[in-house]
Every structure is written in C-alpha cells, then in structure tokens.
C-alpha cells in the first residue's frame, strides 16, 4: 500500500512563557523566569514547516490549546472573573498560574500515540492521547488534545481516536515522544518501539533516582492492545536509569528512528545488545542500527544539544537521509564534528539541517517535540477535510494570523494580565476559522 509520513507540527501559543514547570527537563528548569517571545517562538515554528514543505515533504498543523485553562482554575477553588481568578493563582503560587498559562502543547510529540492503518488489526489509523500525568501542567491537556484530533481525523471509517490511559502515574503515557516506528516502505507493516522507564508494578524493577521515569511498561503495552498491534511487530524497550537522571526525560532526547534506521546513543537503553538483536529479528533483512558512542559524543552533550530530539527524515528524490537538527547541535564542538563525519561517511544519514529554534528550545523542546509523526494513505489524507496541510496559503494566513495575535514579549508578571486571556481566546477563535476547525475549545461551547 502507498503511503507517506505525514509531519503534523504544533503552532506554539499566545500564552508561550518560561516557567519551568518540568521536572527532570534541564534546558526548562534552566530558563526559569526568562522573558519569553511567544511571536518569535511561534514564526520560529512556522518556518521549519514552511521549509519541510517546500522540500517536498507533507507537512501538516495542530493547533494550539487555550490558556488559561480555565477550568482547571475553577476545579482548584477560584471563583470571580477571569482576571480575579489569575490574580488569585498568582498571589496563592506563581507556578501554580504557570500551570494554567503554559504553552506545553506545541510540543505535539506528547500529543498522542499513533499507529498507521498498516499496522493495526482493524485496518484504521489509531491515535492515544497521552495523559501526561508525571508533570501537572501537562496533565491537563488530553481532553483538548482529543477534541483537535476528533475534529482533524473525523473519518470514523479510517480513524480510530481513543480514550486517554487512566489517569494514574501507574498508567504513565507520554506519547509518541516514547514511540518510533521501523518500516521498509511508509505503507508496509511496520515494527513498533515502544521505550519506557519503568515498570510500575514490580517496586524492585530498575528506575531512575533523581528525576521521575514518565513513561511505564503498563503504559506502552495498553497502547499496543488499544492500537490492535500483532506481538510479533511490537518491541517493549526500558529506557537506561542513569540517562533519565542525566536529564534525558523522553527517549526522543536520546533515540530518533526512520525507515529501517535506529540511530540512539549508546548508553539510551538497558540490555542493549538483547532489543538489538529482537529488533532485527522482529524487523527482518535491512534493519540499520546507527549508535553514536559516547566516546565521540556524551550523553551529556547530547542532551544540551539536542542532537537526538531532531527529525530524521526520508527525502523525495535521495536514498540517504535528513537530519533535521536544532542550531544548538551545531554550535556543540564534539556533536558538530561527529555528525559532519556521519554525513561524509557511507551510511544512511547523508545530510543536517539545522534550524533556530531557540524559543522552544530554552523550554526544552526541539524539532522532534515540535511534531507528531503520522503515517496516512493517499484516501485517508483525502479523508481529512480541516485546513491542516502546509501550503504557502496557509503558511501566509498562518504568519499573518501570529503577527496580528501574538504579543513579541512576555514576563512572568504578564501571566496574570487578563488581557493576555482575552488576546488569546480572540486569537484561537479566528484560528479555528482559519483551519475549518469548528468549534474545538471550551469557551467557544460555553
């Protein structure tokens, strides 16, 4: 069957604010209190897409979430007008009101979990949203992440939206962030990877120490029931301990896959060489493992650089791949030098692109979190009616929609501003509009 990744990028907030809200995210925890660009950060975005596009790639767009969350506000006991009650949040805790304010949801690797129609027993395109319950201010997302994608992938024939996992750290779920897919052809059954960083139930099991693993066994393995996944085309793999304490937090930190191309660093998982070796059992001819050792490159490097939250890509008209990478990769020494020695070899990776990222970066997201990867035949892209698909009309309504909404600068004072609510809901309004969306948001159903 012919098929084609479909690259489907956040839009970054009008709320877009540095309040280092996660935990065992070093690159967030360090911009605490910044001044942040949400303009910048969202024209940013647009062009990686703009550019993905104009190479011949799909792309697509996933709208952002309305902040403040005012429902969450009114659960925690807040009462008044909106402004009375960002007035409360802020004066009861600052981050607290970080919380209800963030921008986390442009980082649509975490939206969901997805399995193309190759893959599952049904035949349909399968989607999870995550339920992100290890960090406050991103559990609160799934419900809207839902919505978006009901309202996007409504063809119930062809697509299949579940459920978020139970609300508990035992069913820990943070999507496609924790997931990568190995195929021969975009179109052709494909194994699926799924990484975790414990096992919820066995106290004894291996975990982290300093930051929490978000991700569990319990979790991958329901998605995989959910999505309808054969056994033998699924791999379960723990994440190392030691890397999630060195700040790898999701395995796309340490771990990207293309095609039949595993590139991961070489401390990223535990019993390394037995999931290799079910990997190119599972898998079959052609699987192409790329481990970066950490002689050439620490996992610390890594992590500040951002090397493996990039997007590995196969381009029309080449047979080796693209690595679309931060800027920060590029300005790392050791990482510099190792991927210009990696794309002037022989192997599957032939070339880097590096883009400035900076604004989503310094909340600790990358061009891999910036995206969720969906792999659609010719019918079900046919299927989707909602204006999502980059085109230079939607890049240009979609850059004069930022300019018109988007404040150039926000500090952490502004977060209680109820003017930044107003702007916001103003915005998303006529974003939804924009993209033929409907009516996705709460306030657009009161």
């Known amino acids: 069957m012919t098929a084609m990744e479909v690259n489907f990028d956040g839009l970054v907030g009008p709320t877009h604010n540095y309040a280092g809200l996660s935990h065992g995210n070093v690159a967030s925890q360090n911009n605490l209190g910044g001044v942040s660009n949400p303009r910048e950060a969202a024209l940013q975005g647009l062009e990686k897409m703009r550019s993905l596009a104009g190479r011949g790639l799909r792309q697509a767009v996933l709208p952002p979430h309305a902040r403040p969350h005012v429902e969450t506000l009114k659960q925690l006991g807040f009462t008044g007008s909106l402004g009375d009650m960002l007035a409360s949040a802020f004066a009861a805790s600052p981050p607290l009101l970080g919380t209800v304010m963030s921008a986390s949801p442009m980082w649509t690797a975490n939206a969901a979990t997805v399995s193309p129609s190759a893959d599952t027993e049904d035949g349909r395109v399968h989607f999870t ?28 024939a062809r697509f299949a939206v579940h459920e978020p996992l139970p609300h508990h750290t035992h069913f820990g779920d943070e ?36 930051y929490p693993a978000r991700q569990t066994l319990e979790a991958s393995q329901a998605v995989g029931r959910l999505h309808g996944l054969e056994s033998d085309r699924t791999v379960f793999i723990q994440q190392a301990p030691d890397v999630i304490d060195a700040g790898v937090f999701h395995n796309d930190v340490i771990a990207v896959g293309n095609g039949q191309v595993l590139f991961f660093h070489e401390d990223a998982f535990l019993n390394k060489r037995q999931i290799l070796q079910e990997i190119a059992e599972k898998f079959g001819d052609g699987f192409e493992p790329v481990e970066l050792p950490r002689d050439a490159v620490s996992v610390s490097d890594a992590v500040s650089s951002y090397l493996f939250n990039s997007q590995l890509l196969s381009m029309p008209g080449t047979t080796r791949m693209t690595l679309i990478a931060p800027m920060e990769a590029h300005d790392t020494p050791a990482v510099k030098q190792y991927l210009d020695a990696l794309t002037t070899g022989q192997g599957p990776i032939g070339e ?39 085109d230079d009309g939607l890049y240009t309504d979609l850059k004069g929609w930022v300019e018109k ?30 993209m033929g969306l409907g009516p996705i948001y709460p306030f657009q159903m009161a």
Not at 129 to 150: D, F, G, Y
Not at 407 to 432: N, V, W
């Open 129 to 156: 949203p995550a339920n992100l319950v290890a960090m406050p201010h991103r559990s609160i997302e799934a419900p809207q992440t839902k919505r978006a994608l009901e309202a996007i992938f409504c063809d119930e």
């Open 175 to 210: 999507g496609a962030a924790n997931h990568t897919r190995l195929c021969k052809g975009y179109g052709d059954k494909g194994l699926e990877i799924f990484v975790y960083g414990q096992t919820a139930y066995d106290p004894r099991a291996p975990r982290p120490l300093k």
């Open 352 to 390: 880097v692109l590096y883009f400035d990222l900076k604004q989503s970066m310094r909340n600790g997201g990358g061009p891999a979190c910036l995206r969720l990867r969906v792999v659609l035949t010719d019918e079900e892209c046919a299927a989707i009616k909602a204006r999502v698909f980059m």
């Open 405 to 434: 909404h988007y404040r150039d600068q926000i500090k952490p004072e502004d977060l209680c501003d109820p003017l930044l609510a107003e702007e916001s809901f103003t915005a998303l309004d006529d974003l939804t509009q924009i």
